[in-house]
T-cell receptor, first 112, second 112 residues
Framework: ETGVTQSPTHLIKTRGQQVTLRCSSQSGHNTVSWYQQALGQGPQFIFQYYREEENGRGNFPPRFSGLQFPNYSSELNVNALELDDSALYLC???????????FGEGSRLTVL | GDSVTQMEGPVTLSEEAFLTINCTYTATGYPSLFWYVQYPGEGLQLLLKATKADDKGSNKGFEATYRKETTSFHLEKGSVQVSDSAVYFCAPFSGGYNKLIFGAGTRLAVHP
C-alpha cells in the first residue's frame, strides 16, 4: 500500500511569485485535504477536494487554489506569494469525510 | 466554530514516567475527537480517536477518554519511551468535510 507522497519537499520562492505543490493520495482514498502549518503552530485547513471539486474551504484567500485529478492526486497552487505564506504545506488523503486523515510529510515553502 | 485548548509545552519527562497531556474543546453538537502525533521531520499520524461520550481510544499504550461533561479528551500513557518524543495534537471533528481544528500542539521530550 502506497502512502501519501508530496513534492517537492523543499522550495524557495520570492514574494510575488507563484508555486504549485503536488500530492499523490494513498491507494483507495478518494478525498484530499490541504493544510498549512506555520512554524510552531498546528495545521490550518485550507480546502478539501472530492470527486475533482472543492467541497470545503477554510479561511484562506482565493489566491490559494487547487485541483484534483481523476486518479485522486491533487495540486495546491498559491499565487502572488507573500512572506507569511512561508510554512509547511501538508496534504492528507482519506476515504470520504471521516476526519481520519493520512498525511504526507509535507512541502516546506520559504518565501523571501 | 470548533476550538481546542491544549496544555502548553514542552513537556519534559524521564523514560518510564507517566504522561498526561490535557485537551479541552468547544464544538457544536457531539464531535468525534482525535489525537494526532507529529514526529520530527514528518507529517501527522492518527494516534487514536473516540466517536462518542465515554468512549476510550487507545493505541501504542496511549489512551484518551471522551468526557462530554467536561468537554475534555486528555491523553495518557503509563510509561513513556524516548521514541514517544514528538508533538501531539488534539482535534475535534464535527463532521462534513475534513476540517480538523488543531491547536498549537504539545511538544513532548523524553530523556533516557
Amino acid at each position: 500500500e502506497t502512502g501519501v507522497t508530496q513534492s517537492p519537499t523543499h522550495l524557495i520562492k520570492t514574494r510575488g511569485q507563484q508555486v504549485t505543490l503536488r500530492c499523490s493520495s494513498q491507494s483507495g482514498h478518494n478525498t484530499v485535504s490541504w493544510y498549512q502549518q506555520a512554524l510552531g503552530q498546528g495545521p490550518q485547513f485550507i480546502f478539501q477536494y472530492y470527486r475533482e471539486e472543492e467541497n470545503g474551504r477554510g479561511n484562506f484567500p482565493p489566491r490559494f487554489s487547487g485541483l484534483q485529478f481523476p486518479n485522486y492526486s491533487s495540486e495546491l497552487n498559491v499565487n502572488a506569494l507573500e512572506l507569511d505564506d512561508s510554512a509547511l504545506y501538508l496534504c492528507a488523503s482519506s476515504w470520504g469525510g471521516s476526519g481520519e486523515l493520512f498525511f504526507g510529510e509535507g512541502s516546506r515553502l520559504t518565501v523571501l | 466554530g470548533d476550538s481546542v485548548t491544549q496544555m502548553e509545552g514542552p513537556v519534559t519527562l524521564s523514560e518510564e514516567a507517566f504522561l498526561t497531556i490535557n485537551c479541552t474543546y468547544t464544538a457544536t453538537g457531539y464531535p468525534s475527537l482525535f489525537w494526532y502525533v507529529q514526529y520530527p521531520g514528518e507529517g501527522l499520524q492518527l494516534l487514536l480517536k473516540a466517536t462518542k461520550a465515554d468512549d476510550k481510544g487507545s493505541n501504542k499504550g496511549f489512551e484518551a477518554t471522551y468526557r462530554k461533561e467536561t468537554t475534555s479528551f486528555h491523553l495518557e500513557k503509563g510509561s513513556v519511551q524516548v521514541s514517544d518524543s514528538a508533538v501531539y495534537f488534539c482535534a475535534p471533528f464535527s463532521g462534513g468535510y475534513n476540517k480538523l481544528i488543531f491547536g498549537a500542539g504539545t511538544r513532548l521530550a523524553v530523556h533516557p
